[in-house]
T-cell receptor
Framework: NAGVTQTPKFQVLKTGQSMTLQCAQD?????MSWYRQDPGMGLRLIHY?????ITDQGEVPNGYNVSRSTTEDFPLRLLSAAPSQTSVYFC??????WGYGYTFGSGTRLTVV | EDKVVQSPLSLVVHEGDTVTLNCSYE??????LLWYKQEKKAPTFLFML????IEKKSGRLSSILDKKELFSILNITATQTGDSAVYLC??????????FGTGTSLTVIP
């Protein structure tokens, strides 16, 4: 049972480049979300999904797109990378039952130069 | 504006000490409050609290919620070096959106 798998673990982008951070879970969880973590800022919600085909914006959605075509996958797209998007990105999933909170992936450290 | 404030920001204790971490919140909606432990990588779930006054306990860790005064505490007794981590508090606003505090960094010295 892999849990929540994020790829890549590390990435360096040039300003203006685009890329997709991958997230997959094998627990059949309905809820999935993307967070970014910056020093002194805590975890901030970028986008979330309550099921396949349903997504919504979180606290800091600008510059990011998501889609949820399957229950398992929830990719995060950076359309035109900016240095302000340098951060650690976490994907998380949760069961509808809610009793155990979110399970987080191991994170992607992204640097935009 | 929704706000979750954790205190202290950092803490250094010796093994065997007892520590209390604080989380206060001001949010428009409240469903539950969660505590996470974050070591080098991903946060791991500790507790979910939904009702006031009911203590959740797991080994040396325990937590309680006060919905009237809008805060929660996380207690760790007989601390060990393995407890060194950042402890995150999060408030669940709608069932889908968690609002996180900035965390308390705990260092336990042997």
């Amino acid at each position: 049972n892999a849990g929540v798998t994020q790829t890549p673990k590390f990435q360096v982008l040039k300003t203006g480049q685009s890329m997709t951070l991958q997230c997959a879970q094998d627990m059949n969880h309905e809820y999935m979300s993307w967070y970014r973590q910056d020093p002194g800022m805590g975890l901030r919600l970028i986008h979330y999904s309550v099921g396949a085909g349903i997504t919504d914006q979180g606290e800091v959605p600008n510059g990011y797109n998501v889609s949820r075509s399957t229950t398992e996958d929830f990719p995060l797209r950076l359309l035109s990378a900016a240095p302000s998007q340098t951060s650690v990105y976490f994907c998380a999933s949760a069961d509808r039952g809610w009793g155990y909170g979110y399970t987080f992936g191991s994170g992607t450290r992204l640097t935009v130069v | 504006e929704d706000k979750v404030v954790q205190s202290p920001l950092s803490l250094v204790v010796h093994e065997g000490d007892t520590v209390t971490l604080n989380c206060s919140y001001e949010v428009t909606n409240f469903r539950s409050l969660l505590w996470y432990k974050q070591e080098k990588k991903a946060p791991t779930f500790l507790f979910m609290l939904t009702s006031s006054g009911i203590e959740k306990k797991s080994g040396r860790l325990s937590s309680i919620l006060d919905k009237k005064e809008l805060f929660s505490i996380l207690n760790i007794t007989a601390t060990q070096t393995g407890d060194s981590a950042v402890y995150l508090c999060a408030v669940d606003l709608t069932g889908n959106q968690f609002y996180f505090g900035t965390g308390t960094s705990l260092t336990v010295i042997p």
